[in-house]
């Protein structure tokens, strides 16, 4: 089972940008989709995905403008990126290339092809880690194919709920995921202001059954929660 990542998908086209998000998530992938490099950009402000599938034309500008923007000595420098173009021009796809792009798909394509090239550029960027069944975190493990969460050995009851969310903050240890993300990751939803209290109240309860190691998850002050790392 594939650990659950966020994946930025940027397609103009509302049928297919539906279409990329629905196998992504399909695959247990959180997922965003924007319309446009400025939406793209103010996504991008706050969260960092794992991978981005970026196509070339959009309607605000050339997608390449948003590899430079991406790969220019940002945080975000080092985030697999593949471009959907609409050409089969072979200098096309060397200038998406020479300018950031880890790999270059033409229009039409098969899905399939490219949810595989996707997993290519996630495991040579997680270290071939892909595919693992376990996750952990300084005496917190997750047990992906039984469902399981273990603190310091001890098998926890979550409900469902509780358990992809602890699950979520497990895989992003360290680092801040804002409501929205937890309200896709775990209930697969948008993030509407009422909706968003069910995060806070499946916190209080995933804390209180984590006993000591509950500390550890934090408010994150204007953006959400985080799993701290063990100092």
Known sequence: MKPQLLILIVEGNEALRAAL???????????????????????????KPELIILARTLSDGDGLQLVLRIRKGSALSGVPLLIIGGKDAAEDKILGLRLGADDYLSKPFEMEELLSRADAL?????GGSFASSRLACGGIVIDMPGRRALADGDELKLTDREYDLLRALVERAGTACTREFLMEAVWKTGAETGAMKVVDVTIMNLRRKLGGFGSRIVAVRASGYMLCKPS
């Open 21 to 47: 998000a629905a196998a992504f998530r399909a695959e247990g992938h959180v997922v965003y989709a924007a319309a446009t490099i400025k939406s793209a950009l103010a996504f991008l402000s706050y969260e």
């Open 122 to 126: 996630i495991r040579r960027s997680h």
